[in-house]
């Protein structure tokens, strides 16, 4: 995230909170539409799956499996029509990369060279399928090329390597040489969901990713390099802290939305024939 402007565009699947705070987005903001209230970011409509936020480019987060791969290249094709150098950063599962859609719309961003970034992050289970019982192309990053688009398999538990890989992909885009296509190769340590509890997989398997956590490595190395201390990162534990603390009363001291706002932002259009008083 650290690699792209205000200018650029975000999009994603529904697990969209961090990305919408890496944007910009307030966290007073975003903990307001977990609660469904009217200060959200989506006005309390769009719930935890569906952030966004227009004016920090954040073109939300999305709860159909791969429905937002379509939307970023079409986002980039805007900027390209336009004439800016800006990008979009299309984030996805690996279980949207079986979506027809993917394919579809890597070939068309590849043919017009659309400034957009592909990031599939591969925590090797779609809910609780893995990789190898669904695809015999278990490298997710090689079917870019099958478009011809650049593509690179990155570990997802180094932050600078994730961060070198962006880097140039963004450069690339900006420069009008088209799309690149990274499979981040990550993990999640919790079920699917509050009702998965994980039993596809082993505590060996899950204690080993757990020991490459990637705050707890980029913590150690700046702290083994002398660019901050203890000291410094139990004052930045301190200021989130006071940060969600802070958010949840604003959450919780915010109003619902009223009946009346049922079908404003629904069209974009708004005397569309079907939106009735």
């Given amino acids: 995230m650290s690699v792209i402007g205000p200018e650029d565009s975000l999009i994603t699947a529904y697990r969209d909170h961090a990305h ?9 903001a975003c903990m307001a539409e977990l609660y469904g209230k009217a200060t959200g970011c989506s006005k309390g409509k769009g719930g935890s799956m569906h952030f ?8 939300g987060g999305h709860g159909i499996v791969g429905g937002q791969i379509p939307l970023g ?37 590849m043919l017009w060279k659309l400034p957009v970034i592909f990031v599939c992050e591969n925590n090797g ?22 478009f011809d688009m650049p593509s690179a398999a990155v570990d997802g538990m180094d932050v600078v390597a994730v961060h070198n890989a962006m880097d140039e992909a963004v ?26 509890p994980a039993k ?8 080993e990713y757990k020991g490459r956590d990637p705050l707890l490595s980029t913590k150690h190395a700046i702290l083994e390099n002398k660019y901050a201390d203890d000291a410094w990162f139990a004052e930045v534990e301190a200021d989130v ?31 569309y024939p079907f939106v009735m008083d």
């Fill in 171 to 196: 450069q690339r885009a900006r420069a009008g040489e088209g799309p690149t296509f990274l499979e981040i190769r990550t993990y999640r340590y919790k079920g699917h969901s509050m009702s998965d």
């Fill in 125 to 146: 289970y779609a809910m609780g399928t893995s990789v190898q019982r669904t695809t015999n192309m278990i490298d997710i990053y090689k079917m870019g090329h099958g």
């Fill in 73 to 109: 290249a079409g986002i980039a094709f805007a900027e390209m029509y336009n004439g800016t150098k800006n990008v979009n950063v299309c984030y996805m599962g690996d279980g949207a990369v079986r979506q027809g859609a993917f394919n579809e719309t890597l070939n068309m961003a």
């Fill in 241 to 271: 802290k006071k940060v969600v603390e802070d958010s949840v009363k604003f959450a919780e001291e915010s109003p619902y939305p009223d009946a009346s706002e049922i079908y404003n932002d629904v069209y974009v259009q708004e005397d």
């Fill in 52 to 59: 966004f936020s227009k004016e920090h480019k954040f073109m």
């Fill in 200 to 207: 596809y997989r082993t505590k060996e398997e899950l204690e």
């Fill in 20 to 28: 919408a705070l890496a944007k910009g987005v307030s966290a007073d």
